[in-house]
């Protein structure tokens, strides 16, 4: 069968059918809906919160990173359009924020940027008149010579908040003297947004009745400490999520942000909670159960996800016989990946660049892994390895930092079940690539001792 491709170009067109940094937008031929494996957890309840409601909704989305949450939040924006909801979606990091140094003024200017430049037609004076309360300081700050006066308001507004944004996040000499300088007007700010959205209501394309903000990738915001957090916190996450919740909650329509998951599980969980609602969380695909067996329907959902990219380029192609050398090798692959879809995709990009021709062996898959688990590796400190023990052990996770801070960095990843009784049940464990490091092995053998020490 394989005679009739050209290998490379068919290897070629297989290892960009897997880029992992690429979500993928509303129907595409790739998606696979993986609700029944993921404790039936579906982005569309935010959604049909939205569509329900009489009165804003301000809701939060978390999930390890590379788990699909783009995927999923584009869905979102798709059903909503469909919904008779205009829809403004963006993701913070690509043009407004920098990940590594996040606070709420960043993303209420984000918000207003996209707000201006998707919202063509509405009134942006009351804007422009609160940039007239602080031009010099901007002005001062950019170096720049721009004259309010006469500032073309539908055209170059957007243009001006673009400016400040990609100051933001690119110039960290000028970010704090940027917020210094914003952070006094910021309750004007939303005032003067809030004048032009209602305007921009009134003139909403025929037959939207709602208007959303969807702000993604907020979720990749590192944690950072800050001494002037309301509430005597030591980062920038409850800064941004809770101390002044009220400004992310003051713009007038519905928004849904995305959120760090480790905050999610902090001890600031029930505040979360109050503010915003139960947060949504979206969990790994579960290829084995709590006890350790393998997950068959997990599993399946996973080989699928390899089967929806490879069958556009070789849609006659066994995948466990032509494109991978023998079933083995692809359950390995797919148990290696954790349930995680972008890791699932670096493997099989790995692996691709051990090849030459297919089928992917063995060996390749192999030597992907080894380098995907020294990676993993590299991630834990030293005194990390007996909480991953003690995870791998009880399947649970404690309410502390280095908890936390490994659920972040993706060593501790969360499954979810359905059960009769208790509805949805989480729990955890340690990444599948972990398990072999000998250092880990010496932990779960101390942690069994210590808690059986006669066996």
Request: include cysteine.
């Amino acid at each position: 069968m394989l005679k009739n491709y050209d290998s490379e170009e068919l290897l070629t067109n297989i290892y960009n059918a897997f880029d992992p940094f690429e979500a993928l937008p509303a129907g595409d031929r790739y998606y696979v809906n993986c609700k029944e494996v993921r404790g039936n957890e579906d982005i569309l309840t935010i959604g049909k919160k939205i569509k329900r409601a009489k009165t804003n909704t301000y809701q939060l989305y978390a999930g390890h990173r590379g788990t699909g949450k783009s995927t999923e939040l584009l869905r979102l924006k798709d059903y909503l359009e469909k919904q008779n909801c205009y829809v403004v979606y963006f993701a913070a990091d690509a043009e407004d924020v920098d990940a590594e140094d996040t606070r709420y003024t960043d993303i209420l200017l984000a918000c207003t940027r996209h707000l201006l430049k998707e919202l063509t037609e509405a009134d942006s004076n009351p804007v422009k008149k609160w940039l007239d309360n602080f031009s010099q300081d901007l002005i001062d700050v950019l170096g720049k010579t721009i004259d309010f006066k006469d500032l073309n308001i539908k055209t170059n507004l957007p243009i001006l908040f673009t400016n400040i944004t990609a100051n933001l996040r690119a110039v960290p000499s000028q970010r704090e003297e940027i917020r210094k300088r914003v952070n006094p007007y910021t309750v004007s700010l939303i005032d003067a947004v809030n004048k032009f959205i209602k305007d921009a209501k009134k003139k909403l394309p025929q037959g939207k009745e709602k208007l959303v903000i969807i702000v993604d990738s907020l979720d990749r915001i590192t944690p950072i400490s800050t001494s002037n957090s309301i509430s005597n916190k030591n980062t920038n996450y409850e800064e941004i999520y809770l101390d002044r919740s009220e400004q992310l909650k003051g713009i007038d329509c519905h928004i849904v942000y995305t959120v760090p998951i480790s905050m999610v599980y902090s001890n600031r969980a029930n505040d979360l909670r109050d503010t915003y609602g139960e947060p949504q969380i979206l969990p790994m695909i579960k290829i084995k159960t709590k006890e350790g067996e393998n997950y068959q329907p997990g599993i399946e959902k996973v080989k699928e996800i390899i089967s929806k990219r490879i069958e556009k380029y070789a849609p006659d192609l066994s995948l466990d016989r032509d494109i991978f050398d023998s079933p083995e090798t692809l359950l390995e692959l797919c148990l290696m990946s954790g349930g995680h879809v972008r890791n699932l995709l670096l493997l099989i990009q790995s692996a691709i660049d051990e090849t030459d021709e297919l089928p992917i062996s063995r060996q390749a898959v192999k030597f992907a892994i080894a380098d995907a688990r020294d990676a993993y590796r590299r991630t834990v400190e030293k005194e990390q390895w007996k909480v991953l023990a003690a995870v791998s052990q009880t399947k649970n996770i404690k309410n502390e930092q280095e908890y936390r801070d490994l659920l972040l960095r993706r060593c501790i990843v969360q499954y979810t079940d359905v059960d009769n009784n208790y509805g949805r049940e989480c729990w955890y464990d340690v990444h599948p690539l972990i398990e072999q490091l000998d250092e880990f092995k010496i932990a779960l053998d101390a942690f069994k001792n210590e808690v059986n020490p006669d066996s």
